[in-house]
């Protein structure tokens, strides 16, 4: 059984940084995408990153693209997204999710979901 475990959310003041970290057990790593969505208070869930099975391709959204780096490590099963520069739009509610498609993972089309974990943005 596949399991994503999300930990590193927290309280950040504007302008600061956190590092999300995403461990995958339960299946082959390398096999998969993966991606990190977000979901804030009263909105709908939306797709943050990607990456390719390898590293080798990165993919963002238009609101967090200078500021959040979406990386992997193959031999820890563990996907990163490291946030700077927050902002107070950035407040929600991080999901880690993987497919076989990255392509896939932009469209919204999530294989595995982690638990979530809560990032909130203060002034």
């Known amino acids: 059984q596949v399991q994503l475990v999300e930990s590193g959310g927290g309280l950040a003041q504007a302008g600061g940084s956190l590092r999300l970290s995403c461990a995958v057990s339960?299946?082959?790593?390398?096999?998969?995408?993966m991606g990190w969505f977000r979901q804030a208070p009263g909105k709908e869930r939306e797709f943050v990153a990607a990456?390719?099975?390898?590293?080798?391709?990165?993919y963002y959204t238009d609101s967090v693209k200078g500021r959040f780096t979406i990386s992997r490590g193959n031999a820890k099963n563990t996907v990163y997204l490291q946030m700077n520069s927050l902002n107070l739009e950035d407040t929600a509610v991080y999901y880690c999710?993987?497919?076989?498609?990255?392509?896939?993972?932009?469209?919204?089309?999530?294989?595995?979901w982690g638990q979530g974990t809560q990032v909130t943005v203060s002034s």
């Open positions: 990456i390719n099975w390898s590293g080798s391709s990165t």
């Open positions: 999710a993987s497919n076989t498609r990255s392509d896939s993972l932009q469209n919204g089309v999530v294989g595995s």
């Open positions: 339960g299946r082959t790593f390398v096999n998969y995408a």
